[in-house]
C-alpha cells in the first residue's frame, strides 16, 4: 500500500481548492479549508505532511496565519497567493514559509515544490528522504516502502513504526518512546499494543520474521533499525 502524504489546501476560492485536489489525488491524500478558523482547527486535530495557503482569507492574514501554524505543527508551508510583490515574499518566508509561489501557478511546478519542502524537511530533521537496507527500499517523501522491488503494503502504524526506526537508524528506541511518539501519552505503557504492530511489521520485511535481521529487539527494553553493515 502506498501510504500517501498528507495535504492541507487552505483557499478560500473553490475553484483553486478543486484544482488542486484534483491534480494531487493519486500522489496525496487532500484536505481542504476555506478560512484560518477551519484551517487551525484541522492543523491541531490533524497531521499534515505540506499545507498550502492563501494569503487571502476572508477571516484572517495569511502571514498571521503562518504564524499560528508554526506554534502547532513543523510541516512544510508552501504559499499560494496572488500577492507577487517581494515584501510579502520576505514575510512569509521570514514567518516560516518554505517556499512561495505566485498565482496563476502550473501544476507541475507546484508538485514539484511540494516533494522539494518535503526533503528539505527531512533533512533539517536528520532523516535521508530515502533508506535502503537490504532489499527493504523506504522512500519518506513519498511514503513508498518496497522490498525486492515489489510494494510492501504497510498499515498506517506499522509505517509509523518503520519511519520511526528509520529516522533512528542503529539507536535504539524504548517501549515508551515508541509508544508515545506514534500513539501519545496515553499509551505510553501498552507495550503488548507496540509488539503486535512490530511482529506484523516483521511479517512484511523480514526474510525470516522468527529471525528478524532487520528490525531488531532489545529485549526489556525496545527495538532498533539495523543498518547495512
Known amino acids: 500500500m502506498n501510504l500517501r502524504p498528507s495535504i492541507l489546501v ?6 483553486i481548492r478543486r484544482f488542486v485536489r484534483a491534480s494531487l489525488t493519486g500522489q496525496y491524500d487532500v484536505s481542504e479549508a476555506s478560512t484560518a478558523v477551519d484551517a ?19 477571516d484572517a492574514d495569511g502571514l498571521d496565519l503562518i504564524r499560528e501554524f508554526r506554534e502547532l505543527s513543523d510541516a512544510p508551508i508552501v504559499v499560494l497567493s496572488v500577492r507577487s510583490d517581494d515584501d510579502a ?6 514567518l516560516g514559509a518554505s517556499d512561495y509561489i505566485t498565482k496563476p501557478f502550473s501544476m507541475p511546478e507546484l508538485v514539484a515544490r511540494l516533494r522539494t519542502a518535503m526533503r528539505h524537511r527531512f533533512m533539517e530533521q536528520g532523516q535521508p528522504p530515502a533508506f535502503q537496507i ?10 513508498l516502502v518496497t522490498r525486492a522491488g515489489a510494494p510492501v503494503r504497510l498499515t498506517p502504524k506499522e509505517y509509523d513504526c518503520l519511519r520511526l526506526l528509520v529516522s533512528h537508524v542503529g539507536k535504539v528506541l524504548t517501549h515508551q518512546f515508541m509508544l508515545r511518539e506514534i500513539w501519545g501519552q496515553q499509551h505510553a505503557d501498552q507495550i503488548q499494543y507496540l509488539r503486535g504492530y512490530i511482529r506484523t511489521l516483521r511479517q512484511k520485511i ?24
Open 89 to 94: 515574499k520576505v514575510r512569509a518566508l521570514d
Open 40 to 58: 487551525l482547527r484541522r492543523v491541531e486535530r490533524d497531521r499534515f505532511d505540506v499545507i498550502i495557503l492563501d494569503l487571502g482569507l476572508p
Open 206 to 229: 523480514e526474510d525470516d520474521p522468527g529471525q528478524p535481521r532487520i528490525v531488531l529487539t532489545e529485549p526489556g527494553v525496545g527495538y532498533r533499525l539495523k543498518p547495512d553493515e
Open 10 to 15: 487552505v483557499d478560500d476560492e473553490p475553484a
Open 134 to 143: 537490504r532489499q527493504l527500499s523506504i522512500d519518506l517523501v513519498r511514503r
